[in-house]
């Protein structure tokens, strides 16, 4: 089955710089690559998505970019703020069988003003 | 509007109680799944289900169920709560397979 990989498990930044998180996938089918942020007492919401037929995809402040060679997939977020404060998870979906998502361990974000 | 809702927001019980949370979408959504969040964040998928299929993931002990009244409802069931299920469970739903997922705000579950 899929296997995910994150890291690092913890990331510290000052507000304003940049943070990168970098997720590693086995299955090659995987076409799917979603990633998620979970603030305190919430459950995870999407942040941005991609498909294995894109190699990078932005939304202002936030980007991912995907390598299928490599089977890695990372996030970048720029400018961080304080409210970036959350964990982030990753994910990978293959078609076909179950179509159940693999989630990486996710990323404590710590954004220090 | 809440677009998937879990009750109750806090569950606590004893060892050995039989106990169910139940998870509502109102998205109109073909799939639901029900995940456990332990202490270290992680999250483990333990059940993916659509109007035709139901998923089980192997590690999940039978203890745990299951259960879909209607397309827009799917409680989880525990029998026999040992100390190891306490976690944080969140109910999804997603449109297609493959596809984003929405989440619940969760259940604490905590097992004395």
């Known amino acids: 089955g899929e296997n995910v990989e994150q890291h690092p498990s913890t990331l510290s930044v000052q507000e304003g710089d940049s943070a990168v998180i970098k997720c590693t996938y086995s299955d090659s089918a995987s076409n799917y690559f979603p990633w998620y942020k979970q603030e305190l007492g919430k459950g995870p919401q999407l942040i941005i998505d991609i498909r294995s037929n894109v190699g990078e995809k932005k939304d202002q402040r936030i980007a991912v970019t995907l390598n299928k060679t490599a089977k890695h997939f990372s996030l970048h977020i720029t400018e961080t703020q304080p409210e970036d404060s959350a964990v982030y998870f990753c994910?990978?979906?293959?078609?076909?069988?179950?179509?159940?998502?693999?989630f990486g361990r996710g990323t404590s974000l710590i954004v220090h003003p | 509007d809440t677009a998937v809702s879990q009750t109750p927001k806090y569950l606590v019980t004893q060892m050995g109680n039989d106990k169910s949370i139940k998870c509502e979408q109102n998205?109109?959504?073909?799939?639901m799944y029900w995940y456990k969040q332990d202490s270290k964040k992680f999250l483990k998928i333990m059940f993916s289900y659509n109007n035709k299929e139901l998923i089980i993931n192997e590690t999940v002990p039978n203890r745990f169920s299951p259960k879909s009244p209607d397309k827009a409802h799917l409680n989880l069931h525990i029998n026999s709560l040992e100390l190891g299920d306490s976690a944080v469970y969140f109910c999804?739903?997603?449109?297609?397979?493959?596809?984003?997922?929405?989440f619940g705000p969760g259940t604490r579950l905590t097992v004395l």
């Open positions: 994910a990978a979906s293959a078609p076909g069988g179950s179509y159940i998502p693999t």
């Open positions: 999804a739903s997603s449109p297609l397979a493959v596809n984003e997922q929405f």
């Open positions: 998205l109109g959504h073909d799939t």
